[in-house]
């Protein structure tokens, strides 16, 4: 058995060394003379010597802490609460201040900033402001500082950047330096690779002989210390966060760590920069305040001293339930592998509170006879009479190993919750009533903060979105913190953008974890909540019916986002001879549509940080002959995917966010929009106003479900199941209650509102994308085709049978849906990359326009007028053309000319139906908005 030592019980009997008895020099000190010397006298003044004192060992210890979300008793009797339990590495003591820096040990610091697409843009703003004070602390006389990121965001490689070498500190330098740090290129595929070659720079920078060796010769001794700034620590290899002659500390600078960061153990110290904040703040308080400054000062602090202050492992948590309580559940683990200081690790528990009795004699009118009262008798006796008193609810204790002590030995520390209760001298159970104490609504906000953040560690970033909105409402409306919880929110949605656009791992939880749920409505395991044990029965209303989430998609192939060097070849196709252009600054472009009431207007749907995090921009732009202005503007909380002008009201056009709703903005008015719906549960990517009945619309999401609307109804009409996530959706120009789209499962379905709902759900057709065309006598069949997402699609203005469609795979294909079964009756190949949106000329029947991911807009003729596009012209061979990449156009339809004016993706292109035919728009993420003369183009 192992010695357990309870660190209190230590503390209170170690002895108190004596005083000493000296007090001035006229007095006659008792003191015993060595031989030779002479005896102390009072006529000798006394001299006081340099003794040295006993320096205080600075060790890591386990700080417990219990946050009841009430405090007092009144009213909860029979009710359950939660409670936050908090385990954090504190030091068992501060640096003194008198201990100069030259008594100390010199510092080497290396600052790696995770600039990959990891980091979300505050997380990137929030590592630079630390590394900023990080630099502001360092001594200038005496440590020296290096400055790195993990990627080039000038360049399209993954590979690190080494921003300041070695040198002294100035502080001034390395805030110009950190503001320079720019997020890396949105082509750049994130993994751990780049952050570990940035590590072993680091490492190698610091282990490195320097030529100002001489200037540090009379140093003690200089220790190296890597800062590595990083919301995801995950695939960092072991070895390299264990070095013995660097210690390694890892900060998380985003509101929400990356899932899996646990598992991952440094050297050195290990910061969390969660800005829980009150109630009375707002969201852009989160983003004014410093973080982790107390800890960044008593981390270096600590460093000088040269020691290491040793880690804890094998830590065990104990809860209790206090007399008359019951513990109904436990979210989080009741045992760690190890605590490294400034880590923090939270559990929450469910406790009931049971209908207490106290003391049956409130006070004694005769005092006993038998046993004269104690003074904890006493004591008890004043609060009675002073009508409140307290009681213990919860008791939490912590046993621990430390790496400094014996291997055999253990810490204990241990902590309670009580709470107040007031009580009258003749009651013998709680008084129910409506006060609080000061501290409660404090309380619950920290409470359910610890809640938010519990939960979105611990799912994958689309289940805890579902499980936060399920539970808080839509940004938190229904909780206390709405702030904190959109915060979180918005760093849940950049995740899940980033995991599913480079199909990261991670979008499910791994199977040999037993403590994470695969989903929020999976059951957590022994000893943890499940969904109904852990709704707050006092925060929110709990639904009776919670809808399952729609499983997560990846929505963007990895072919889509490969980097690639400029083309030469672009450049010999650029040649409008007018050409207008407008730059959205701060905002890439993703869609951009003409009016249909007038010529000079144009909108842009547009997102900040290339949508995958901020907020989104409604453009409304006029053609003047001065160029291009920016009539108006509407600002969006989140991203805008795509736009459509209403076929009724002339300033009206609504917008597809990316927070699942659906805005309409009259352009008329000022800031807000007129309508707002809110129904998807993911991000809406496309709207399509009803060219032919014109009092409708429609919507499709990555939820998987298209839906239709009326501008004067505040709910959707009708809801149309995908049950894969859906890009495109869209009404015929020449049938009211046809609709079309296209959807991630490489199909393209067709509804008939005008047949009844039957199991079908208005479904009449659903034709394979995929599918090889159909052979040519005396040919042989095309070999299979391997299904990819479809992005876009368009119906024909003039033929109405005639759909087109794109996607991933780069072709553009012609399908006719009287004959589905015949596959496409046209194939249009030459996009390097996916092909992001296509659309029907107004003016021809055989002309469309192409965007694509390799920055070109592209003019294509179906071969129709020709004598084929439907079947009549073109040759296929088996061993040309090549669906799956470069292959040969089939059906007759060729280029006939191309624009590659755009130096980013190409997002959005739409045809003008007035004026002289060819006109025509393009935006993308190079935040540039073209208008251009199509026939410039081809003339070419």
């Known amino acids: ?103 100390c040990r010199k510092l080497d610091v290396a600052v790696v900033v995770d600039n990959s697409l990891f980091s979300s843009p505050a997380a990137l703003m929030n590592a630079c402001e630390i590394a900023t004070y990080l ?41 110009h330096i950190v503001d320079s740090i720019k997020t890396s290129s949105p082509r750049n595929k994130p993994d751990g690779t780049a952050l570990q070659f940035s590590l072993e720079m680091a490492r190698d920078i610091l282990m490195e002989p320097h030529g100002d060796v001489v200037a540090h010769a009379s140093w003690s001794a200089t220790t190296g210390h890597i800062f590595l700034l990083t919301p995801n620590l995950t695939g960092l290899p072991s070895w390299l966060l264990k070095d013995d002659k660097i210690q390694f500390h890892a900060v998380h600078p985003g509101i929400v760590p990356w899932k899996g960061q646990d598992n991952v153990k440094v050297n050195g110290w290990r910061i969390w920069t969660m800005p829980f904040l009150n109630g009375s703040k707002s969201a852009s ?27 804890l492992s094998d830590l065990r948590l104990e809860v209790k339930a206090g007399p008359g309580c019951t513990i109904e559940a436990v979210m989080g683990r009741s045992t760690f592998s190890s605590l490294h200081a400034g880590e923090r690790i939270i559990a929450l528990v469910k406790l009931r509170i049971g209908m207490i009795p106290m003391i049956a004699s409130a006070v004694s009118d005769v005092a006993s006879e038998v046993t004269p009262p104690s003074s904890t008798d006493l004591l008890q006796e004043l609060d009675i009479m002073l009508g409140e008193t ?38 013998t159970k709680w008084r129910p009533s409506n006060l609080q104490s000061p501290g409660t609504y404090e309380r619950q906000i ?29 940004d938190g409306k229904r909780s206390v913190c709405p702030a904190y919880i959109k915060l979180v929110n918005e760093e849940l949605r950049y995740q899940a953008r980033i995991i599913e656009r480079f199909e990261l791992e991670g979008a499910t939880v791994p199977e040999n974890n037993p403590t994470l749920p695969k989903s929020p409505y999976s059951h957590f395991g022994e000893g943890l909540f499940d969904v109904e044990n852990y709704r707050p029965q006092d925060w929110i ?41 407008f730059r959205t600054q701060g905002f890439n472009g993703y869609a951009v549509k003409y009016s249909p009431f007038f010529d000079s207007r144009i909108a842009v749907a547009s997102a900040a940080n290339f949508g995958l995090v901020g907020n989104g921009r409604l453009y409304v732009l006029g053609l003047t002959p001065k160029g291009i202005v920016a009539e108006k503007w509407f600002d969006t909380q989140d991203s805008l995917y795509d736009l459509s002008w209403s076929e009724s009201h002339e300033n009206q056009v609504v917008v597809a966010a990316g927070d699942g709703s659906i805005k309409l903005f009259d352009i008329g008015l000022d800031e807000f929009p007129v309508q707002s719906w809110q129904e998807h549960k993911r ?14 619309f429609c919507s499709s999401s990555w939820d998987g479900t298209v839906k239709i609307w009326s501008p004067t109804r505040t709910s959707s009409l009708l809801t149309l199941p995908i049950h894969s996530c859906t890009y495109s959706a869209s009404f015929s120009p020449h049938s009211p209650s046809l609709l079309s789209a296209v959807s991630s499962d490489s199909h393209l379905r067709l509804f008939d509102l005008r047949t009844p ?27 299979a085709i391997p299904p990819t997402e479809a992005l876009t699609h368009d119906w024909n203005k003039y033929r109405d049978s005639m759909i087109a469609a794109a996607g991933v795979d780069r072709m553009i294909r012609m399908f006719d849906i009287r004959a589905p079964q015949q596959g496409p009756v046209a194939v249009l190949a030459g996009h390097d990359y996916a092909v992001r949106k296509v659309a029907w000329s107004p003016h021809l029947g055989d002309t469309l326009l192409s965007a694509s991911y390799d920055m070109t807009c592209r003019v294509w003729t179906d071969g129709s007028a020709m004598g084929g596009g439907e079947g009549g012209r073109g040759d296929m061979g088996s061993g040309e053309v090549g669906f799956d990449g470069g292959g040969m156009s089939y059906g007759g339809g060729r280029e006939l000319g191309r624009m590659g004016r755009h130096t980013e993706f190409v997002m959005g292109v739409d045809w003008c139906m007035f004026g002289a035919e060819g006109w025509c728009a393009s935006c993308g993420w190079d935040e540039r908005v073209l208008v251009w003369d199509v026939r410039a183009v081809m003339a070419g």
């Open 757 to 783: 709902p039957s199991a079908s759900n208005h479904l009449t057709l659903s034709i394979p994308l995929h599918a090889p065309p159909r052979p040519r006598p005396g040919m042989p069949p095309a070999g």
């Open 683 to 696: 991000e809406v990517f496309a709207v399509h106003w009803n060219l032919v009945a014109k009092d409708t």
């Open 135 to 175: 630099s502001s602390i360092l001594d200038p006389a005496a440590d020296r500082l290096a400055i790195l990121c993990s990627s080039d965001a000038d360049t399209e490689e993954s590979k690190p950047q080494l921003f300041l070498p070695l040198a002294p500190v100035n502080s001034r330098k390395a805030k």
């Open 285 to 311: 308080a989160y983003k004014d305040e410093p973080l982790s400054s107390n800890d960044l000062r008593a981390l270096v602090a600590h460093a000088r001293r040269g020691r290491s202050p040793g880690v």
């Open 541 to 581: 209303a709990i639904p009776e019916e919670v809808p399952r989430p729609i499983t997560a998609i990846n929505c963007h192939a990895s072919s889509t986002v490969r980097s690639h060097p400029p083309r030469e070849t672009d450049d010999a196709h650029v040649a409008p001879r007018a050409m207008l252009e």
């Open 446 to 474: 920290e409470v359910q903060q610890h809640l938010v953040f519990y939960l979105a560690t611990h799912h994958a970033p689309r289940d805890a979105l579902t499980t936060l909105r399920d539970h808080f409402g839509e």
């Open 390 to 427: 307290s009681t213990r609810i919860l008791t939490a204790k912590l046993r621990y190993k430390h790496s400094l002590l014996p291997a055999d030995a253990r810490v204990s520390v241990r902590t309670e919750a009580r709470l107040k209760g007031h009580l009258s001298q003749v009651e």
């Open 1 to 103: 058995m192992g010695t357990e030592i309870d660190l209190d019980a230590a503390l209170a009997a170690f002895p108190t060394p004596p005083k000493s008895t000296f007090k001035s020099s006229s007095v006659t000190l008792a003191a015993q003379s060595t031989p030779g010397t002479p005896p102390l006298t009072p006529s000798m003044p006394f001299m006081p010597q340099n003794l040295c004192a006993p320096e205080e060992v600075t060790i890591v210890g386990a700080k417990l802490t219990i946050m009841p979300e009430i405090g007092d008793m009144n009213g909860v009797g029979g009710q359950s609460i939660f409670t936050a339990i908090g385990v954090e590495g504190a030091m068992n003591a501060p640096v003194h201040p008198s201990l100069g820096v030259s008594d």
